[in-house]
């Protein structure tokens, strides 16, 4: 019971942590699109 | 007489604990200031919930009491925890993260302590057979979330019995954040890696349409992507949208201070009220308490690691440290790492990197939860 729990466990271990980290690649890769659309520039009001 | 005598008639010794501990989260709240918004709503929630008969639950005509109807309107339908979303995305300025974006990776790596934890809570049913199940597992671990709201969102749906130890856990541990991580950085960490400088062009300030469309972008493809995690998600962006828009200060303003301060009151209070003696005074409170403590040494374990992993890779390396600031205790764990750092080396400033990673773990723990919700609804 507990070793099938485990098991279960681990399996949901490794796709929280693989899902965590790909959807946050997909948000570095949206970022990196927009910063190229609007690139930062020096403040133009100063 | 025995009308007059019935709150003595109907007291036990487990509701005298019980009002100690509210007591003592009070205590904490005004003398230590740990987290006292929530800490003292929810010590004053549990006090009145632990009085003889519990009025606030149920009077003795059997109407529903005050708490429990704001449980019922707030908590069961995960109302409060978006509300405060939208609120905490209001004050969350994404400008750190959007100039450095490989932030977001130790946002990641930072959840590690969520399904660590998960995975702790599992084994102890090895010693307690029965103790918890696998969605309670998945409850306790995201006290490794650290970060209240998603604790009772994903706990409201996982584990009813235990939201008020899963709340009391993720605020008071998140408000011993100085305490537990400087050890936990320094045990994995050399000297020479804690004195790392960081340079980055911080000077360049983020364009609107960039800040505009970030929320909205990341909204989207979390409804394509984890769309179990759209409310907690989308209430976020939508507070940051507001705040970032330029046209609604005044919702930007009342986000940020009269939804924020009346909604954490009532959430603080409601918690408490969870707090009874039979869901609290239990062994697996306990173990919820210390999984819950260790979820935050796992977090801040696995940003380090993961950054000192990173470094094998890179000429020119990151300071570490910013690996703990991964976790979502924001700003309290960026500025841990920035005061570290600096003490290290007083011309070393990392707390822009550090506020970068620190918001990238607030969109972390929330993806984390989402995931959970996914996988065991």
Redesign the interface.
Known sequence: ??GE??L???K??G???G??????????V???I??R???????TKQ | MEALLKGFANFSWQQAVMIVIGLALIILAIKKEYEPMLLLPIGFGCLLTNLPLAAVLANSLGETGFLKVLFNAGIVTELFPLLIFIAIGAMIDFSPLLKQPVMLFFGAAAQFGIFAAMMLAICANAVFPGIFSLREAAAIGIIGAADGPTTIFVGNLFAKDYLGALSVAAYSYMALVPIIQPPVIRALTTKKERRIVMESDFGKPIPKPVLVAFPIIITIVVGFIAPDGVPLVGALMFGNLIRECGVLKRLSESAQNELANLVTLLLGITIGSTMTASTFLRWDTLMILVIGFLAFVFDTAGGVLFAKFINLFLKKKINPMIGAAGISAFPMSARIVHKMAQKENPSNFLLMPAIGANVSGQIGSIIAGAVLISLLV
């Open positions: 019971m507990v729990m485990l279960q466990g681990l949901y271990m796709i929280g942590v899902v965590v980290f790909s959807v946050l690649a997909v948000f570095f949206v970022i990196k927009l910063v659309i609007w690139p930062p520039r020096e403040d």
